[in-house]
């Protein structure tokens, strides 16, 4: 007989859990390296959830089956963000087993709506229907998964223009929205503050966006790498937060060995005569 299988809690369910009177926000950290290794290195730091992104990463459909099976049975919840809100590309990460997206560039409610429908079977959406041959399911060992895929995944748009600011309460009352996540960094950049994502008026708008969250009774996340900065989108209502980047560990990392270890170079002065370190 072959094997019938559960799926896994969404991230809607870990924020369930784990947010609230009785609960506390999570923490998570982006793991962009594209490494299965790396990614289980990070699936058992004790952190609460993974962000796996293929928008600014070479990340392809192969190298997010191989995290996703290397990050399995740890207790992360792992979430993936494809390149583009794109109805095709949302069918496969489904069909390979992802059951959390962060969808980027969520700009109004009908670019929302278009991201739920990618992840609904119709009538109430446009995907594909290919679980027998899919992961998603493991090829039907999911008793019921049609009937059930809906709830085996977590929707989660991102807010990250002036255009989704303004429009953040019509998207957040989309139906199948489960959570937003705030990006300062392109937010910034939309508003004429490239770099700048510690602007006062970039802090402004994402609290506004984090207070229409709590209004609106859905969780809403912020990446924050500066810990005062997180702390402070914390106590302001965020539900999740990302602290930290796999490539950014490792590239601070190494380069403070290298200021440890290795003398700068030699100043040279005038006339071509080293002076002293």
Same mark, same amino acid.
């Given at each position: 007989m072959p094997l019938r299988v559960e799926p896994a809690p969404t991230f809607r369910d870990a924020l369930r859990n784990q947010t609230g009177a009785a609960g506390r926000p999570l923490a998570g950290m982006w793991v962009c390296s594209g490494s299965p290794l790396v990614a289980e290195l990070c699936a058992g730091s004790g952190l609460d959830w993974l962000l796996i992104d293929a928008e600014h990463s070479p990340n392809g459909l192969e190298s997010i089956l191989a995290q996703l099976q290397a990050v399995h049975g740890y207790p992360v919840q792992?979430?993936?963000?494809?390149?583009?809100?794109?109805?095709?590309?949302?069918?496969?990460?489904?069909?390979?087993?992802v059951q959390n997206l962060l969808i980027p560039m969520v700009n109004s409610a009908a670019e929302a709506? +278009? *991201?739920?429908?990618?992840?609904?079977?119709?009538?109430?959406?446009?995907?594909?229907?290919?679980?027998? /041959? $899919?992961?998603? =399911?493991?090829?039907?060992?999911?008793?019921?998964?049609?009937?059930r895929a809906s709830d085996t995944v977590s929707v989660t748009v991102q807010i990250e223009s002036e255009a989704a600011v303004a429009a953040v309460e019509n998207i957040l009352a989309v139906d199948g929205v489960d959570a937003i996540f705030?990006?300062?960094?392109?937010?910034?950049?939309?508003?004429?503050?490239?770099?700048?994502?510690?602007?006062?008026?970039?802090?402004?708008?994402?609290?506004?966006?984090?207070?229409?969250?709590? +209004? *609106?009774?859905?969780?809403?996340?912020?990446?924050?790498?500066?810990?005062?900065?997180?702390?402070?989108? /914390? $106590?302001?209502? =965020?539900?999740?937060?990302?602290?930290?980047?796999?490539v950014s560990i490792l590239a601070r990392g190494s380069e403070a060995l290298a200021a440890e270890y290795i003398p700068p170079d030699p100043v040279v002065e005038p006339g071509g005569t080293p002076a002293s370190y």
């Open positions: 792992a979430m993936v963000r494809p390149p583009v809100n794109d109805t095709v590309l949302i069918k496969q990460y489904l069909d390979l087993g709506e +278009a *991201a739920v429908a990618a992840t609904r079977y119709p009538p109430h959406g446009v995907r594909g229907v290919g679980s027998a /041959l $899919a992961r998603a =399911a493991r090829w039907n060992r999911i008793p019921d998964y049609l009937a705030l990006g300062p960094s392109d937010l910034a950049a939309s508003m004429g503050l490239l770099g700048q994502q510690e602007h006062p008026r970039v802090r402004a708008a994402v609290e506004h966006c984090l207070a229409a969250a709590t +209004a *609106a009774g859905k969780p809403a996340g912020v990446n924050a790498f500066n810990p005062a900065t997180a702390r402070a989108y /914390l $106590a302001a209502g =965020a539900a999740f937060v990302l602290v930290g980047a796999d």
